[in-house]
């Protein structure tokens, strides 16, 4: 089992910056993936970000590419998206999930993950 805690989000100018933080807890030595997920209100959640814990590689959505970094703290289990140049469609709930399993072609593949976080909120205004 392993629990995730998101924090960090907030409210925020286009253009800003923001860092979001996920510390996992419990059972986090088998961890295969990390990723970030979010949801705008109406519409279906969607990957942003995932990392492959064992060799640091990443993977981004094309709408998030050249803006937003994750990255991992692997002393303090913790998991990071530094979010720069927002855009009021960034706009969304932003949740942490974690997996013992993820598909190596498609590590933002939903359904792989089976921990989640009770998310954060990020509001970018224009």
């Known amino acids: 089992q392993v629990q995730l805690v998101e924090s960090g989000g907030g409210s925020v100018q286009a253009g800003g910056s923001l860092r979001l933080s996920c510390a996992a807890f419990g059972y986090t030595y088998s961890i295969d993936c990390m990723a970030w997920f979010r949801q705008a209100p109406g519409k279906e959640r969607e990957g942003v970000a995932a990392?492959?814990?064992?060799?640091?590689?990443?993977f981004y959505a094309d709408s998030v590419k050249g803006r937003f970094t994750v990255s991992q703290d692997n002393a303090k289990n913790t998991l990071y998206l530094q979010m720069n140049s927002l855009k009021p469609e960034d706009t969304a709930m932003y949740y942490c999930a974690a997996t013992y399993d993820c598909d190596s072609a498609s590590p933002l593949y939903e359904d792989d993950y089976n921990y989640w976080g009770q998310g954060t909120q990020v509001t970018v205004s224009s």
């Open positions: 990392i492959y814990t064992a060799g640091g590689s990443t």
